[in-house]
């Protein structure tokens, strides 16, 4: 009875294995073919054209149109040539300009000669409308203002700092 009992014991694991198996063999990870690649059609793509930045434009060379600007409206308050060793005035205005170039406001910042003073007003003032700040500042922003400084020689002439050339060493 023994055997007969270990025979059974044996033949039941035999078929709980060989079930398993068959189990297991079934849950078993098959390769499937790859999926085939995606037809390749021609997609097309229109280009437009990325528009070009505006042109960088600084506030030194904005200050340089509107020196040139000025000094062509005033060539009678104009002075060439070399700056004196010791001027005799220095007048520097805040100009205020809008987008389009018009004078917004002008005030004298520093100055210690109030002739000079309104002649740097006067000239700025004739000069009018300025060149457009185009480019310059926030583009929301409806005013601009900046420093620019005149040097007087004799006689109220002018050279403005921007476009000034070098002044003389020796006294």
């Known amino acids: 009875m023994k055997n007969s009992h270990r025979s059974i014991v044996f033949f039941c694991t035999l078929i709980f294995t060989l079930t398993v198996l068959a189990a297991l063999a079934a849950c078993g990870t098959s390769t499937r073919a790859p999926a085939p690649p995606p037809s390749a059609q021609a997609v097309t793509i229109p280009l437009t054209p990325i ?9 030194d060379a904005y200050k340089a149109d509107v020196a040139r600007h ?4 005033n060539p009678e308050r104009v ?3 070399e700056l004196p060793p010791m001027l005799p005035a220095v007048v520097v205005l805040n100009i ?3 987008r389009v170039g018009q004078l917004a406001d002008v005030q004298v910042q520093r100055s210690r000669d109030q002739g000079a003073s309104e002649v740097a007003l006067a000239s700025l003032r004739r000069s009018g409308p300025l060149p457009p700040p185009d480019g ?5 922003a409806d005013l601009m ?3 620019e400084t005149f ?6 002439r002018f050279q403005i700092r921007t476009l000034a050339g070098p002044q003389s060493a020796g006294l």
């Open 51 to 59: 528009p070009a930045p505006p042109p960088t434009r600084t506030l």
């Open 96 to 98: 205020t300009v809008d």
């Open 70 to 73: 000025v000094m062509q409206r």
């Open 136 to 140: 310059l500042g926030p583009q929301h």
């Open 79 to 81: 002075f060439e040539g």
């Open 151 to 156: 040097l007087f020689g004799e006689r109220y």
């Open 145 to 147: 203002t900046f420093s």
